[in-house]
């Protein structure tokens, strides 16, 4: 896949994509000569995918109950 075509899969800018191949965060490969063309694997979007929906599970804080206190907290304001 190219750069704008993963763009496209992810729904974000071309500018995200290449700032994510920079940080490492997607596998890619540069075919050609000199600098060459940047391609990434659909598993490769796939595996960044599914990563970041783990991270976004796990960093879900657990849902505590509400403490119900007796008195109100700011008892110098009144309650009408």
Do not use: N, W
Request: charged share 35%; with cysteine; hydrophobic share 40%.
């Amino acid at each position: 896949m190219t750069v704008q075509e993963v763009a496209e899969r992810l729904g974000v800018d071309a500018g995200l994509v290449y700032r994510l191949i920079g940080r490492r965060e997607i596998a890619h490969c540069r075919v050609g000569l000199g600098r060459g063309v940047i391609r990434v694997e659909e598993s490769s979007v796939a595996e960044y995918l599914e990563r970041k929906r783990r991270d976004a599970v796990q960093a879900v804080p657990e849902r505590r109950a509400k403490r119900v206190l007796a008195t109100p907290a700011f008892k110098h304001l009144p309650l009408d």
